[in-house]
């Protein structure tokens, strides 16, 4: 936890790169000419599907032991 909070001061301070209120709100500006990341419901569905997919994993690894 103590490199987590390290490295996110590190970006602030040293590197005048604010990480923590881009996390909170969920966006980032970014410079002129970027282009913007997708963000759709195809892509939250295939999020979804490989969640469900790693826990079904999980579930399967966790079953083997016993």
Known sequence: MA????AVL????GRKND???????????LSPGT???A???LQRLLAA???ALALGFAWWIARLGG
């Open 3 to 6: 490199l987590h909070i390290a």
């Open 10 to 13: 590190y970006y602030r301070f």
């Open 19 to 29: 990480l923590i209120a881009p996390m909170w709100r969920g966006d980032k500006a």
């Open 35 to 37: 282009p913007a990341s």
């Open 39 to 41: 963000d759709g419901t």
């Open 49 to 51: 599907a490989l969640i």
